[in-house]
Every structure is written in C-alpha cells, then in structure tokens.
C-alpha cells in the first residue's frame, strides 16, 4: 500500500513538472556580437542601443567640361568674311579686335597679319598701323626701317599722324636723319590742322631747325597748335609774342586770320 502511495506522487510530481515547462515564457535570443566588440560592452548592464547604420550617398562623379566650339559674335562673322574677301576696311576692323580683344582674343601678331593685308592695299590707317607696330615691336620684333617704309607709305597717302611719325624720325630717329625732311612732313601734317606737327613746326621756326628762322611764323603755328589747348603751345606763343614787334604781331595775327587746313594731296 506504502509503495503504491509513493508510485502515485512521483507520477504527479512528474505532471507538474511538464506542465510548468510548457507554460514558461521564451527566453531572450541571444545578442549577436561583433567580432571586433568588447564582449562586455555588447552584453552589459547600461550599453547603448545600436544605432542604424546610414550609408551616406556618394556624390555623382564631377565631368569633366568638354570642349565646346567658339562661337563669335555676328560682328566679328561679317568682319571675318569681309576681311576674308579682301575688303581693307573689314580687315582694319578685324585687326583692331585682336589689338584689343573685343569679341577674340587679343593676338598682337594677328592684329598686325590684318593690317598688313589692308596696308597692301594701300590703306593709309593701316599702313599707319603697321608703321607703330613696327617701331614699338607690338606683335613683332622692333624695326625700324620697315616702320619708316610704313609711315612713308602712309604720309603720301596724306595720313597727317604718318606725316608727323615721319618728321619725328627724320629728326630724332636711328637711321637717316635730315632736319629738311622733318620740316616738310610737319608741315604737311600741320596744314592739316594736326596739333602735334603744328607744334613742332613752331619749334622748328623758333629755333630755325631745317627752316630759316622766323618768329612771326613760329608764333603763327604756336597759335594753331593752342588753339586745340596743347598747353605748351600756349606757354610758347606767349613766350615768343613778347619778342615781336607790333608790326610783327600784326603780320602774324593777318597770317592766322588767313589760314585755313588743306586737305590731303593723297588718294
């Protein structure tokens, strides 16, 4: 009887038993942990939670500018085409844009390439410019020979500042110097009514370089030349006037009542 007792419990105990482990809560899964973490700080009491791992986009690779063709203005077209034709304006028009860079790029030596070819043609602008860039060494290596071959073209082509580059050369120039020849081309530009030759045309008179000395004609230029407010003029014509008698004066005021500028003899 005692033994079956004991049979009787130890089912019940058992029972229960199974019972109690099919009504426990599931337990946690187990953290997964990085290989590289502190086993501690992934596990422990206080740890941070894990923050989301957000890929930061990458930038779309920069392109590089490709080369896109020059496109000119319709001015620098008409004059390219012009020029191109042999038109000696349009090839003065163009020269002066690579001089400056106004709608190309600035080119010193192209400039003079255009000019050149207006020059050729018997362009009295052009031949001047090519004259200036010759004897400054713009686009091209300084000469000043082929400078004066230029202005000469130029001045008898009746240019008023080839004439005056030219009378500059003949007088304070390398090369060939002849103070007669200064004083032809400064007047030639200053009956023009050029101030600067008019200016050295009075000098010249004053000081009776290539010219007879003559006050009344060296105040008569001076005039000319500060009528257009050159203020050196002006200092050298009172300067002189206070020299001249009052016949002399007179002669010089009747001269300036006279004169009047003369076109050019060139084409």
């Keep these: 009887m005692k033994k079956a007792w004991l049979i009787a419990l130890a089912c019940l105990l058992l029972g229960a038993l199974v019972l109690w482990s099919t ?14 973490q502190d086993v501690t700080t992934a596990t422990g009491v206080g740890a941070p939670p894990p923050q989301s791992q957000v890929e930061t986009p990458t930038a779309p690779p920069v392109l590089a500018n490709r080369s896109e063709p020059v496109i000119e203005d319709l001015g620098v077209t008409q004059d390219r085409q012009l020029a191109e034709q042999n038109d000696a304006q349009a090839q003065m028009a163009l020269g002066e844009r690579y001089l400056t860079g106004n709608g190309v790029p600035m080119d010193e ?78 007047e030639q530009a200053a009956n023009q009514g050029y101030a600067a030759a008019q ?17 009344v004609q060296a105040y008569v230029w001076y005039s000319l030349a500060a009528a257009s407010g050159d203020a050196n003029a002006i200092r050298n014509r009172d300067a002189i006037s206070a020299g001249l008698s009052p016949e002399e004066l007179s002669s010089a005021k009747d001269r300036l009542g006279e004169w009047k500028p003369k076109r050019p003899a060139g084409p």
Aim: aromatic residues 12%; glycine residues 10%.
């Design 199 to 215: 200016m050295n045309l009075g000098r010249m008179y004053q000081n009776g370089t290539g010219v007879a000395q003559d006050n």
């Design 23 to 36: 009504f426990s809560p599931p337990s946690a899964p187990p953290v997964p942990v990085d290989a590289d």
């Design 109 to 186: 030596a192209e400039a003079l390439q255009w000019f050149q070819r207006a020059a050729r043609q018997g362009n009295p602008a052009a031949q001047l410019k090519v004259g200036q860039m010759y004897e400054s060494g713009q686009g091209t290596e300084r000469n000043l020979e082929r400078a004066s071959i230029w202005f000469t073209k130029a001045a008898e082509n009746g240019d008023p500042a080839a004439q005056a580059n030219l009378a500059y050369m003949y007088e304070f120039g390398e090369g060939t110097r002849s103070n007669k020849a200064a004083a032809y081309w400064n």
